[in-house]
Every structure is written in C-alpha cells, then in structure tokens.
C-alpha cells in the first residue's frame, strides 16, 4: 500500500531525528499551521511528532518484527488510545502486543511458532520479499480460524467468556470483529487505499463523489466492510471531520435524522469518537506540561467542533447533539483549567526575592520554565479560537492580567539585578532569562531584545558597584 509505505518511511526519518532538530521541526510546523500556510502533511507530521514523544514518555509498546508486518494492513484503523473508548472499527495501538499474544497463544498456536520463526529468518536475510510472502500466508491462515473461532463463540456463551478473557483487551469483542474483518478484506482495502492520495486537504466536491464511488464498489454487498472503508477514507484526509460529509451527501441534506438513516449515519460517530480522542489527548499533553504542538491540536479540535456543528443541523436533544455538546463542555473545562492557572505560574517563577531569602547558586528549574512559556504560549493560541470553544471571557482576562504583569514585574527583576549582590546574582538571572522568554511570547522579539540590553547593562553596574566597594 503506498500510503502506508510512505507514512512508515516519514516514521522512521522522524524517528533517527535528535531531539533538538525534532523540537525545531515542531516549532516550524505548528507556526506554520496556526498561521493557516498551506504545506503538505503539515498535520501528519505533527501527528506523528506527538505520537513518538508520547512513547517517549510512556514508554512505546514492545512488538515484535513479524508482528509489526502482520498488523500492517491495520494501519488506517488504528488508534492512540488505552482501549477504554470506544472507537467503532478501530483498535488502540497499545492492545496490539495482547492481540498478537492471542494469535500467537491461543488462535493457530503451532502454526505462529513456524510462521514467525520463517519471518523473521528472512528479515534476519534483509528478504523483505519472502517475509512478506509468509506474513501474507499466516494472515490468511488467521482470518480463516477467527472466523470459525468467531462464528463457534456466537452460539457458545462459555466460549465466547473464555475467548474475551483470552484476548484480555479492554475492548477484546470489538477487537476481535475488526481482526478477522479486515484480514479477510485485506486486498481489498489495500486496492481502495491505493487508489486514494496520501492527503486529501479538502473533501470536496468531485473528491467527495469518488470517495463515494469508491467506498461503495469497495462494499458491494458486504455492509461488515462498510466502516472500515470510511475509516481508510478518514485516515487520509487532512481535517478527519469532514467524513461527515459523505453521510451530508449520501442524504441529500445536512439533517442529523436524514444522515442516520444512511448506512453513512456511522461517519458521524466515527467523527465524534476521534474528537473525544483529541479532547483526552489535549488533556493528557496540558497535564504532563511536555505536550507537543498542543496549539496545533488544538485548532484541530476548534474545527472539528465547528465543522460538526455547522455543516450538520443536530438537534440539542438528538444522541449526536448530545454527544457534541458534552465534548464542548469538555474542552472547555480542560481549558479553563490551563487558562486560570496560567498567570500563577509565571508569579511564582518571577516572584521577586529578597537577597537573604536565596541561597548561594539556586536556579529556577529549567523544566518549568520550559512548560510556563510552552503553557503561555498556548493560551496565547487559545484566544484564536475562544469563541467556538466558549472561553473568550476567560482567556481574554488571563491574558490582560499576564501582560499587565510582565510589563510591572520585568522592571523589579532588573532593579534587583543592580542591587543583588553575588548570593542572588544568579537565581536573578535565571528569572531574567525566564522573563525574556516569557516576553518573547507575549510581546514579540523586539520587546525582548530591549530587555535582555537592560538586564545586561544592570547586571554589568552591579558587578562595577562590587568591584568598586572591593577596592575602597
């Protein structure tokens, strides 16, 4: 599948990239996109930025070579989550370990064993050919047994216990449906992906109706293939809520109720669960304080938001308006959560101290300069996109308070830069330097630039008021 050969090739140049260049990467590519340029895979980029600092910091699940090829074709239905959500058609990536377990252990025992043995013997040869080839052969083993095993556990209660306890995911039903289904559809949605670009930015117009087509020749009959269809549709495009606009177009109208009498009533869900997902992602990054391009993830959040509720006429009281407007409240209580606190943050990192209060040597600590100024700037972003998510006010008052602030407290940090003495001299220039950074945020470089000449020029009058007092 081109798609995703090129998508593995651009993780594994992400990947060899040193931090430093990755944090240069990230900076460049989320600037660019809030700043709405036009550059290709922008999005993706950032998306798989997020993802490796995320196993960075998680840890990233161990899996194996030959399982790696195996899930391959799974690529466009998985999802970076825990399994607690659900997400319909779609498997967390965390549950692959478990699920190759349960292949491997429990579905053709004897035959995984020679398998991955054969696989990795030619992986080991540098044959990608002939690993392919086997892995091919064992997945079309495994879909075989599944079914049975599926279909058997359909009218086996006892069974079907047992075999979900086996599978031991949080999701382990669901996961199982979408394992055997898309194996079995493997060529299939293999030959619609390729036939898809690797990016749609805009599904649209003639787009829209080849996307239809071709959803629709992939299906034929089988209505168990429709959702992954949508979904290889989805993991294409640019902004994923505009897959709601196949089921606006399968309807003929954008009334919620018309679009869920069409077998595309599904996109919206399948939309719906993905921003859930970016909402607890949002979540997760602002807590951790290390988030990735958090600005970017959140414009995309923004749009989606809106992109549901203007392009779709749902009821308040419909399960789908229901559902989008408890996303809202979501995203907008996570954000009232960073926003509020904002201000205090930068306090207590620029609070001035009296000399007798510092010890000798004492910096302020680096990570949490780090995450203030990542936090500021965030809020910053925040205000692009406050009235969709319904914190104008808030964020309007935070960030008139943080400025009002910076602009009083730069000048006592310079003062006690002249009078510091050397105990204090360099926790004072810690928090200067916090201070430039900070207002190289808020205020742009320029303001920044005037007030490190200022710093300097005290820290140099102190330094001559010291030498001054050595030699009187």
């Given at each position: 599948m081109a798609g995703a050969d090129t998508i593995e090739r651009l993780q594994g140049y992400l990947r060899d990239l040193s931090p430093q260049a990755r944090s240069l990467l990230i900076g460049e590519f989320e600037r660019s996109l809030l700043r709405g340029d036009e550059l290709v895979s922008t999005d993706l980029v950032l998306q798989e930025l997020r993802r490796l600092a995320r196993d960075q910091r998680e840890g990233a699940p161990r899996i194996d070579p030959s399982a790696r090829l195996f899930f391959k074709p799974f690529e466009p239905f998985l999802v970076d989550d825990q399994g607690l959500h659900r997400h319909p058609g779609r498997i967390a990536r965390s549950s692959l370990e478990s699920l190759w377990t349960w292949v491997k252990r429990d579905i053709l025992p004897d035959v995984a064993e020679t398998m991955n043995e054969k696989i990795n013997a030619a992986l080991v040869e540098g044959d990608a050919e002939k690993a392919e080839y086997f892995t091919r052969l064992f997945q079309d083993r495994v879909a075989v047994a599944l079914t049975e095993s599926l279909r058997a556990a359909e009218f086996d209660d006892s069974m079907r216990r047992r075999m979900l306890a086996q599978i031991g995911t949080e999701r382990a039903s669901e996961d199982a449906a979408t394992l055997k289904c898309v194996l079995n559809a493997r060529d299939g949605?293999?030959?619609?992906?390729?036939?898809?670009?690797?990016?749609?930015?805009?599904?649209?117009?003639?787009?829209?109706?080849?996307?239809?087509?071709?959803?629709e020749r992939t299906c034929g009959r089988n209505d168990e293939l429709f959702p992954y269809t949508l979904l290889t549709v989805m993991s294409r495009l640019a902004a994923p809520w505009q897959l709601i606009r196949l089921g606006v177009k399968a309807a003929g109208s954008?009334?919620?109720?018309?679009?869920?009498?069409?077998?595309?009533?599904?996109?919206?869900?399948?939309?719906?669960?993905?921003?859930?997902?970016?909402?607890?992602?949002?979540?997760?990054?602002?807590?951790?304080?290390?988030?990735?391009?958090?600005?970017?993830?959140?414009?995309?959040?923004?749009?989606?938001?809106?992109?549901?509720?203007?392009?779709?006429?749902?009821?308040?009281?419909?399960?789908?308006?229901?559902?989008?407007?408890?996303?809202?409240?979501?995203?907008?209580?996570?954000?009232?959560?960073?926003?509020?606190?904002?201000?205090?943050?930068?306090?207590?990192?620029?609070?001035?101290?009296?000399?007798?209060?510092?010890?000798?040597?004492?910096?302020?600590?680096?990570?949490?300069?780090?995450?203030?100024?990542?936090?500021?700037?965030?809020?910053?972003?925040?205000?692009?996109?406050?009235?969709?998510?319904?914190?104008?006010?808030?964020?309007?008052?935070?960030?008139?308070?943080?400025?009002?602030?910076?602009?009083?407290?730069?000048?006592?940090?310079?003062?006690?830069?002249?009078?510091?003495?050397?105990?204090?001299?360099?926790?004072?220039?810690?928090?200067?330097?916090?201070?430039?950074?900070?207002?190289?945020?808020?205020?742009?470089?320029?303001?920044?630039?005037?007030?490190?000449?200022?710093?300097?020029?005290?820290?140099?009058?102190?330094?001559?008021?010291?030498?001054?007092?050595?030699?009187?």
């Open positions: 949605l293999s030959a619609m992906a390729s036939l898809l670009p690797l990016r749609v930015p805009n599904l649209s117009s003639g787009q829209l109706d080849e996307c239809k087509a071709l959803i954008d009334t919620a109720a018309r679009v869920a009498e069409t077998p595309y009533g599904v996109a919206v869900t399948i939309v719906l669960a993905e921003l859930e997902r970016q909402v607890n992602e949002l979540r997760d990054d602002l807590r951790s304080g290390r988030g990735v391009a958090v600005g970017a993830l959140l414009k995309t959040i923004h749009d989606a938001a809106r992109g549901l509720r203007t392009e779709l006429d749902l009821p308040v009281d419909s399960s789908w308006g229901r559902a989008l407007s408890g996303l809202r409240g979501q995203i907008s209580d996570v954000l009232r959560t960073e926003i509020d606190s904002m201000p205090g943050r930068v306090r207590r990192l620029l609070k001035p101290r009296q000399t007798a209060e510092i010890l000798a040597n004492v910096q302020l600590d680096p990570d949490e300069m780090t995450e203030t100024e990542a936090l500021v700037a965030f809020v910053g972003n925040c205000r692009n996109f406050a009235s969709e998510l319904a914190i104008n006010e808030m964020t309007q008052r935070s960030y008139a308070d943080l400025r009002k602030y910076l602009e009083s407290a730069t000048h006592t940090l310079i003062d006690g830069m002249r009078q510091g003495g050397p105990n204090g001299r360099v926790f004072r220039q810690t928090q200067v330097d916090c201070a430039v950074r900070l207002c190289a945020t808020v205020f742009g470089r320029d303001y920044a630039a005037q007030l490190t000449k200022a710093a300097e020029t005290a820290a140099a009058a102190e330094r001559k008021s010291e030498s001054r007092a050595v030699l009187g």
